[in-house]
């Protein structure tokens, strides 16, 4: 753990730096990003179509659900680009030690997340189809859902990267330079990646439990990442939830509409919530269990260096 929050140190970590640095991020992906789809806003209130509108909601009725997406996808690609100005020019580090002290990704590491989180909530849909038949509706349209693949597979990883990159990578090490306890991190992180989330049309359903949803899932991506001293895996659970939320089954209730397989007619957020913290138990024990028996089949001079340095 503390390797990974030690990665801060590499730069300048002076208090307004920080403060530059966030209202730079934020600028980035909130004012920047959102110049896309103010386009999008303009042209269907301009375009003398009836049949084209803007929902309250800001979902649009008569676009193409892969133009909609992919316009408020680019709001990822300024929030990413945004980090790395921050990190980059205001802190003077790597951009890589957002994620980890190595030389270079461990690919392996974000596809165990990938795999593992994605069998899970697969999982919990299933089970939820067959104790409620019918809440899961078939529409594939091959004709939509094709070219949004391509689009959702390009899109997507950036979208969840950046948030993964700011929440557990640039917040998550900023905190940890004046806090170490490993218990406040993670809350503070699952509650930070709470707030924004917050906003989603779903959460209005039952602001408590959706909220504690998100909550959830963000301190569950903290805890492995400290515990594991890296950022590989976080990415590749939150890059498996997104994926099987917009290609699989996306709710009919949603911040972002997608042409997916099946859509969930009904949110059913206790459900929801109760699978959630189920999927999140069963990875946190199966992350821990490879933990520990990776740490036990280190040669013992590496276990001694790690310790030297831990301060342990």
């Known amino acids: 753990m503390n390797e990974y929050l030690n990665l801060a140190w590499l730069g300048k970590n002076h208090w307004w730096r920080y403060l530059l640095a ?3 991020i934020l600028f980035a992906w909130q004012i920047i990003g959102s110049v896309p789809a103010f386009f999008l806003v303009l042209w269907v209130s301009l375009d003398g179509n009836p049949a084209t509108l803007v929902n309250p909601d800001a979902t649009f009725v008569g676009v193409p659900l892969i133009v909609s997406f992919a316009v408020f996808m680019l709001a990822s690609w300024t929030f990413l680009a945004g ?3 921050a990190v980059r020019f205001i802190h003077g580090r790597r951009f890589l030690t957002l994620i980890t ?3 270079s990704l461990n690919w392996k590491r974000f596809f165990q997340g990938f795999g593992l989180w994605f069998g899970l909530i697969a999982l919990a849909a299933l089970v939820e189809a067959v104790l409620y038949p019918g809440r899961y509706a078939w529409t594939l349209d091959l004709r939509a ?5 391509f689009v959702a597979l390009v899109m997507v990883p950036i979208q969840t990267s950046a948030e993964e990159l ?3 990578g640039y917040l998550l090490q900023g905190f940890g330079l004046r806090i170490r306890n490993i218990w406040v991190l993670t809350f503070l992180s699952g509650f930070l990646f709470m ?3 917050l906003l989603n049309p779903e959460a209005k359903l039952d602001y408590w439990l959706m909220g504690l949803n998100y909550f959830s899932i963000g301190a569950m991506m903290a805890y492995v990442s400290l515990h594991d001293g890296r950022l590989e895996l976080a990415l590749g659970v939150h890059a ?7 290609l699989f089954a996306n709710a009919i209730v949603t911040v972002l509409p997608t042409p997916s397989m099946f859509t969930v007619m009904e949110l059913d957020v206790e459900y929801s919530t109760a699978s959630l913290l189920v999927a999140i138990l069963i990875f946190v024990l199966l992350f821990l269990r490879s933990f520990r028996a990776r740490q036990t089949s280190l040669p ?3 276990l001694s260096t790690d310790m030297t340095r831990d301060g342990t």
């Open 101 to 103: 002290p190595a030389s």
């Open 166 to 168: 700011f929440f557990r």
């Open 195 to 197: 707030l924004p989330h």
């Open 83 to 85: 980090i790395f100005i």
């Open 22 to 24: 966030v209202l730079t």
């Open 300 to 302: 013992a001079e590496t």
């Open 145 to 149: 859902y094709l070219p949004f693949v």
């Open 240 to 246: 498996a939830n997104n994926l099987f939320t917009s």
